[in-house]
């Protein structure tokens, strides 16, 4: 397991554009669907890493949690050929058991975890309502074996912060996961 850093990129830079199916309809999903968003999530996860496991219950709540006030939507980039579990039908098998209520798209090509500088699974984008990053880093400070509670605390607390039309609290620490697979 190979600890990986999120690459913590420059606050305010747009969201990057994408177009992507989403694992359980099969529709394509894109940034224009989020434009009328008071904000915009954009998790990269994957269903093998164990970092995304400790946490993936939370990320189901935050989704129940946000609905009505946020656009959500996670990706997973990670090379499905040497991590099948990480293929698109593994994924929507997912969504499905966590019930998760946002698009879980698949990223093939990887070009859209590039474009947004991904680097680990989890890893997590926030973005106001234009579209500009106010928030990259940690859902919250518990690991797997660490015996901190799984709250969200750090995401949550950002995510109120955009809502309320108040600055992100300081600091944005990076997010710790399994490196993203790439081909």
């Not at 606050?11 to 968003?37: I, M, N, R, W």
């Not at 579990?85 to 946002?102: C, H, I, Q, R, T």
């Not at 660490?146 to 990076?174: C, F, M, S, W, Y």
């Amino acid at each position: 397991m190979a600890l990986t850093p999120s690459n913590m990129i420059p606050l305010g830079t747009p969201a990057p554009d994408f177009k992507l199916p989403e694992v359980v309809s099969g529709k394509a999903v894109s940034l224009a669907d989020f434009k009328s968003q008071k904000a915009l999530l954009v998790m990269f996860i994957c269903r093998h890493c164990p970092y995304v496991k400790h946490v993936q219950k939370e990320l189901a709540r935050l989704g129940k949690d946000y609905a009505q006030k946020i656009g959500i939507l996670a990706i997973s980039s990670n090379d499905a050929d040497n991590y099948p579990e990480d293929a698109p039908e593994s994924l929507k098998a997912m969504a499905l058991e966590l019930g998760f209520n946002f698009p879980y798209c698949y990223d093939e090509s990887q070009k859209v975890a590039k474009s947004y500088s991904a680097a680990c699974t989890p890893d997590f984008f926030l973005f106001d309502g234009r579209q500009k990053l106010v928030y990259r880093g940690q859902l919250d400070d518990s690991r797997p074996g660490n015996n901190k509670p799984v709250t969200g605390h750090d995401l949550r607390q950002a995510i109120e912060a955009v809502l309320a039309g108040k600055p992100i609290p300081e600091p944005q620490r990076p997010s710790i996961g399994c490196n993203i697979k790439w081909k």
